[in-house]
């Protein structure tokens, strides 16, 4: 908008009819007073204003206009009949002016010099806009990278304060922070601890989960570059994400090397325990099947019984000391799996018979599915073993109901077979965890007698004959374990 300033009413009047036809917008003002009034309140792109003007003259509203930052910026075009010596002209620039017009007016330069200021303003004032929007961009930014560095240094802080060797690495995977312990264990930030040579390397194991994009967990010894000595080390490297990609990876390095120690001389514990416990056992087995042998000439009798009840006592021993022996066989990597061609159909069939024998007669096992005469290679006792253990599960955790099912189902590749009851089922985010060494379902542990081996062996078998293991179960519904176990 533009702003004609003049005392003469008639002036005012043609000057704005002149405007107006070229589409400018126009406001008027009688007086210097009225013009400051409205340039403080309005935005106007040009100011018209005339010198001879009683109380407040031409130059000295425009003197006074240039002490307002509101309105110094704004051009001023001065409309003068008289003054127009050199010197009026000259305090007309002076006083914040930017051209000078003497009275006639010529319309049409009048409104070329009109367009000029009034364009040259309006770009400016676009420019000026253009400038503050990128001042306080950038101004939000700065405030952005400052409120970031502080977050990350508390972050960097917080890792320095673990007791865990602690690190990031930005997404393509290069360490960007290590906190002090790591260079207990590595002298440069750029390369991991040594890891034994027995163990699996960390580079190579990163590398493999950041192409999935998936966290790694791995246990490993790593050299304490002081000491020298290899100490066990759970590693965890997590990824943060950043919607779909990962911005960057978070890893700590936990000594559970004391842990480890005390687990090993547990598990030679157990081992030699075992072994020793097993060679008494297997001469009291002889002499109670010698002894049971003797009276079954006079049976029914007590002492036939009694020597029958002790007998299965000593089985169930038996059967503990071996789980036990299996387990210690297990962590020292000596479970050996002896494969043959087999008639799974048997093996199945003589899991069933021995369940059979050595339990009561409300216990129901039917057989579902069909499995084609073929020979699996596996080792027949090993798999007997698995089967007689889902079994003797199936029928210990359904006290109130003793039917079991044995399905069998066959495909090109490999053979399923599954064990369902319908006894006290498993929790969801316990299911993983039942094939863990000694692990027990707390709900149960203290109803049903075990020690939390027997699953775990299983899964061993399975995975040193290339099958899989696994279970579905509803906590009250009941629950169906299965393994299966390749053609070929
Ligand atoms: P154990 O039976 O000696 O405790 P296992 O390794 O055979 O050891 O089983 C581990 C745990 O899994 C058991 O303690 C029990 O809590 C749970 N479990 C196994 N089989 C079943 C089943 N058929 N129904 C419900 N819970 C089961």
Sequence with gaps: MILIVDDNQNNIYSLKKLLESKDFQVDTAISGEEALGKALKNNYA??????QMPVMDGFEVAETFSGYSKTKEIPIIFLSAVNKEKEFITRGYASGGMDYVTKPIDPEILLLKVKTFYNLQENSLAMKKTQRSLEKEVKGRREAQVTMRSEIDHFHLMLEALPQIAFTLDGDGKVNFVNSKWYEYSASELEFPETHPDDKNIQYEFERCKKKGKALELESRIKNITTGDYRFHLLRMSPVYDGKSIKNWVGTFTDIDDQKKVEKEKDEFLSIAS??????LTSIKAYMQLLDRKLKINEGTTEANYVNKALSQVEKLNTLITDLLDVSKIDNGKLKINKKPTNLDSVIHTAIETILQTHDDKVKITRHGFIPDIL????????????????TNAIKYSPENNQVIVTTFVDENEVRVSVTDF???????????VFKKFYRVEESSLQFQGMGIGLYICSEII??????????SVVEEGSTFYFTLPLN
């Design 46 to 51: 040009l100011i018209i204003l005339d010198v």
């Design 275 to 280: 072994h020793e416990l097993k060679t008494p």
């Design 376 to 391: 699996i290679p596996l080792d027949a006792i090993r798999i007997e073993q698995v089967l007689i253990n889902f079994l």
């Design 423 to 433: 006894g006290i089922g498993i929790p969801d985010f316990k299911q993983d965890a």
């Design 463 to 472: 995975q040193q004959h290339d099958g899989t293991i696994g279970l579905s």
